[in-house]
């Protein structure tokens, strides 16, 4: 190798970029010298981003021709004796005009200078700038017969190429464009045979064993990496112990394989000497990482405290940490859990700069590069974030303030994703609404002061594997002012509002597709299309000493059902905030009704008392209807006109101090009570004439005096 110190302006002689190997091989040959007469060669340029590739022909010549040549070459000129001169078949030179001096002049085809019938050989040099590492010539050979070296070490290793410094074809826009989480195309369902072979790989005595034993079912770069990435992530677990007491710990890598164990150092030196060892490029990378013991909006300073590693692979740097794929550690630091994380293998470099920020910042692999003040400010969107299918996140800063005592969130995904949050570790103090692409959330803190937000989510699709809700976002609150105003009842259960999932669930097309419905006179009424054959159960909520036991709850709320339209009427009992609760079971189902979705009512009128609608019984069909009265409380000693809409029947009666019947008129069964005389009033049915026996249906409570 030929190490220079810089590749500089191009001579007569050389090639521009364009004229590669392609244009070598395929010129024609032509002889330029006597026999015994030696060349300095042709020099073919080939851009990088940190090299230029000279190809030069070497000519092995008998003893006896140096020194008759010797004469020869002190009478040619600097200029005759390099890139600038051609030979002219006798042995002279003759000028040529220069090709330029930049590396993107256009093409000249000037055939190549080769040898005569002596055995000669092919020589690759490379010219780096001064401040960049070489790298290692695969093959070198030396003349007929000559042994072939390739580089390998005492072991059988190819000896791998230095890593060279990323260059502009390795660099990702940022911010990420939410094409991919990873850097490169990889197919994971075409990986399993390789994972699961990675995984049962038993080496422990070496590491070169063990390379070679992973490397048997690998035959891409890729697949390679692959396996050296899903042994480590399954067979090195982290030290906590050695984090505590570093002096005693050893990051080499023959030490890290034989303990079984190591922090993050270890794992990337390990991670890198598997790939050299495997002929893969491989840097080990440090930085300062959102890690463990990380807290929201704090700053890095002084030394680095996190290391992991590029890879390059199809002409490109690519990024991963083996340490954050094995598993974590708990809150206290002291016991260690393997839990395979694959958003950590080739990760997307604009995703992979939320919690990593190497010490290089070229290693970020991002155009434009972040600063560490922006790696602080920013948001931190853990694995979790992006693997469930989240997009995006507002605010994208870690610190929300109050605006007159709310705080506003919202996150974006791509499919239907279940969320919840937590305000200092409970759920009562906030709003939030799903979205068909994500979620809305208003926080109200009770109290001034900074808190803690925590998101969670989880896939919507019962048949997921792991159906628990995993933190996605923290962020902290500073709250300046409390709004008294916003105060929840401790039955609300977020998220609130309908959504995608109560039109799973059956109820479509809302009539108040808002999660607060306002009243003023204490009355609402809400519409839905049922699209599944159901049964609905409704019931009200509130909070304070004028909370409702669970009979009245459901009274308060009365249903009509007309085909597949069904319309809540609801009666609050005085002013305040409510839950309205909504269940649904399939009417085939003998089980319990499952909740679905739920509505804040408010109403801040003090003078609003309406009283519960009539009771019901089982005889009371779903399809029956009350036009009136409405309310369940009717007034003493008047007469009160009833209208019923109901079919199937053969007579129906009004049982008070007396007993009144009601008359069929176009489908309703109408007719008038008085209620003097008694407490009750009960509405009867006789369903079949030849039946002697009535059925309650409706019961009324009526008025003392």
């Known amino acids: ?32 010298r006597r026999p015994g007469h030696a060349l300095m060669g042709t020099m073919d340029f080939k851009t ?11 000519i092995v010549r008998p003893e006896e021709a140096a020194s008759k040549e010797k004469g020869q070459r002190e009478g040619q000129t600097e200029g005759g004796r390099g890139a600038g001169s051609k030979g002219d078949g006798n042995g002279n030179s003759r000028s040529q005009p220069p090709q330029g001096t930049g590396l993107n002049d256009p093409c000249e085809q000037t055939p190549p200078i080769t040898a005569g019938p002596d055995k000669g050989t092919q020589v690759t040099v490379e010219i780096h700038h001064e401040d960049t590492t070489p790298q290692l010539i695969k093959r070198l050979s030396l003349g007929k017969g000559s042994q072939r070296l390739r580089g390998h070490d005492n072991k059988g290793f190819q000896k791998t190429e230095a890593p060279r410094p990323p260059g502009a074809k390795d660099l990702h826009a940022y911010p990420w464009d939410k094409s991919s989480l990873k850097s490169m195309p990889v197919d994971l369902q075409q990986l399993k045979k390789l994972d699961a072979y990675a995984l049962k790989v038993n080496v422990t005595n070496s590491v070169e064993e063990l390379v070679k034993a992973l490397l048997k ?5 890729l697949e390679k990496v692959r ?7 399954h067979h090195i677990e982290y030290d906590v112990v050695g984090y505590h007491n570093k002096s005693q710990l050893s990051s080499k890598p023959r030490d890290v394989l034989q303990m079984g164990k190591s922090i993050c150092e270890g794992y990337a ?38 290391a992991w590693n590029a890879v390059y692979l199809e002409g490109r740097w690519h990024l991963l940490d083996s340490t954050w794929g094995s598993g974590s550690v708990d809150d206290s630091f002291t016991k260690f859990t393997y839990r395979y994380n694959e958003f950590y293998f080739l990760t997307h470099p604009a995703l992979f ?21 922006e790696f602080e400010n920013n948001m931190l969107h853990n694995s979790n974030f992006y693997t469930l299918g989240l997009l995006a996140a507002r605010p994208d800063t870690p610190i929300i303030r109050t605006v007159n005592g709310k705080a506003s969130v919202s996150v974006d995904c791509r499919s239907g994703t279940l969320f919840m949050f937590k305000l200092k570790g409970t759920d009562e103090h906030g709003l939030m609404t799903l979205k068909r692409h994500g979620m809305e959330l208003d926080i109200y803190p009770e109290k001034t002061g900074s808190h803690k937000l925590e998101i969670f989510a989880k896939p919507s699709k019962a048949e997921a594997a792991d159906d628990v809700y995993k933190c996605v976002l923290e962020y902290v609150v500073e709250c300046e002012s409390v709004d008294r105003a916003m105060r929840f009842p401790k039955e609300l259960h977020q998220p609130v509002g309908p959504s995608w999932f109560s039109e799973r669930q059956g109820f479509l097309r809302p009539s108040h597709s808002q999660p607060v419905l306002h009243t003023n006179d204490g009355r609402c009424c809400l519409t839905f299309t049922l699209s599944k ?25 009365l249903q009509i059902h007309r085909r597949n339209q069904i319309e809540l009427k609801v009666h609050l009992p005085h002013a305040g905030n409510f839950v309205l609760k909504i269940y ?20 801040l009128n003090t003078e609003v008392k309406w009283p519960a609608f009539p009771q019901s019984y089982s005889k009371w069909l779903q399809d029956y209807e009350i036009l009136e009265p409405l309310s369940g409380l009717l007034p003493a000693n008047r007469n009160v006109q009833f209208k019923l809409k109901m079919h199937g029947v053969a007579k129906v009666l009004v049982q008070a101090e007396n007993t009144y019947p009601l008359t069929q008129n176009k489908g309703c069964w109408e007719g008038t009570c008085n209620t003097s005389g008694c407490r009750e009033v009960f509405v009867m049915v006789h369903e079949n004439a030849n039946h002697s026996f009535y059925s309650h249906v409706l019961k009324y409570e009526v008025e003392t005096q």
């Open 1 to 32: 190798m030929v190490q220079l110190a810089g590749p500089g302006p191009r001579g007569a002689g050389a090639r521009s970029p364009c004229q590669g190997w392609a244009a070598l091989a395929a010129a024609p040959r032509r002889q330029h």
């Open 584 to 603: 649904s079971k399939k009417k085939s189902d003998p089980g319990n009704y499952d909740y679905i979705f739920n509505y804040l009512i408010r109403c």
């Open 217 to 221: 079912q690998a035959r891409t770069d």
């Open 48 to 58: 990088d981003a940190s090299a230029v590739t000279i190809n030069l022909l070497l």
């Open 227 to 233: 396996a050296i990435w899903m042994w480590i992530c």
């Open 353 to 373: 700069i939320n919690n990593h920020f190497p010490d290089n910042s070229n290693w970020q692999l991002l155009k434009p590069t972040l600063t560490l003040k």
């Open 533 to 557: 054959d159901i049964s609905v159960l409704t019931s009200l909520h509130t909070d304070g000493s004028s909370s409702l036991s669970e009979d009245m709850g459901r009274r308060h709320v």
């Open 269 to 306: 030196e390990l991670f890198e000497h598997m790939c050299s060892l495997a002929g893969i490029q491989c840097k080990k990378l440090s930085g300062h990482a959102k890690g463990h013991g990380y807290k929201t909006g704090q700053t890095f300073t002084g030394d680095s405290d996190h």
